[in-house]
């Protein structure tokens, strides 16, 4: 089992930045990815970012250039850095992490960018 617990979210004006933190604890030895989802009022939930076992990135279109995922895979925790947001990437984002072929989701936190 991993529990998810995400922190950073917040209310900002586009161009600013964020950074969004998701701690895993219990059994993080078995994490072969981690990474972050979002999704916006009336949206499906859409895949942001991600990083697997080994350090290959995976990164939206919308998002690329803009967003930062990195991992302190010793402490079992992926980050998020937004830079430049735009009031499209306003939405609730989800940490997800997968161990033991199972995916495991953080309870969201909240990201606003408007003026």
């Known amino acids: 089992q991993v529990q998810l617990v995400e922190s950073g979210g917040g209310s900002v004006q586009p161009g600013g930045s964020l950074r969004l933190s998701c701690a895993a604890s219990?059994?993080?030895?078995?994490?072969?990815?981690m990474g972050w989802y979002r999704q916006a009022p009336g949206k499906q939930r859409e895949q942001v970012a991600f990083?697997?076992?080994?350090?290959?990135?995976n990164y939206r279109v919308s998002v690329k250039g803009r967003f930062t995922i990195s991992t302190d895979n010793a402490k079992g925790t992926v980050y998020l850095q937004m830079n430049s947001l735009k009031p499209e990437d306003t939405a609730v984002y989800y940490c997800?992490?997968?161990?033991?072929?199972?995916?495991?989701w953080g309870k969201g936190t909240l990201v606003t960018v408007s003026s």
């Open positions: 990083i697997i076992s080994g350090g290959t990135t």
């Open positions: 997800n992490v997968v161990a033991h072929y199972t995916s495991y």
């Open positions: 219990g059994s993080i030895f078995s994490i072969t990815g």
